[in-house]
């Protein structure tokens, strides 16, 4: 079992940046790749960026590309998404989750999210 801590959200105005951490603790952290998603309001859940375990490769949402930086540091078991000029549309509830498999998409663990609100 994997539980999942997210941190670091709150509110800030456009074009301002938050960083977000997620913490891993239970079972070895090892081997996932993780991923962060996003639900605003009335919206269905989205993701937002990955990274493998290595960290070699990532992945964006069009929406975020060149604004938000996802990355991880598996000394601390600590996973980490940097978020620039944010915009209103940023607005959301903000998870993240784990995967064994970055292609295959099967997140088997889930944070309680952490509130991200961008006041225009």
């Known amino acids: 079992q994997v539980q999942l801590v997210e941190s670091g959200g709150g509110l800030v105005q456009a074009g301002g940046s938050l960083r977000l951490s997620c913490a891993a603790s239970?079972?070895?952290?090892?081997?996932?790749?993780m991923g962060w998603f996003r639900q605003g309001p009335g919206a269905a859940r989205e993701l937002v960026a990955k990274?493998?375990?290595?960290?070699?490769?990532?992945y964006y949402a069009d929406s975020v590309k060149g604004r938000f930086t996802i990355s991880r540091d598996n000394a601390k078991n600590t996973v980490y998404l940097q978020m620039n000029s944010l915009k209103a549309e940023d607005t959301a509830v903000y998870y993240c989750a784990a995967d064994p498999n970055f292609f295959a998409a099967s997140y088997d663990y889930w944070g309680q999210g952490t509130q991200v609100t961008v006041s225009s």
């Open positions: 990274i493998t375990w290595s960290g070699s490769r990532t």
């Open positions: 239970g079972r070895t952290f090892s081997g996932y790749s």
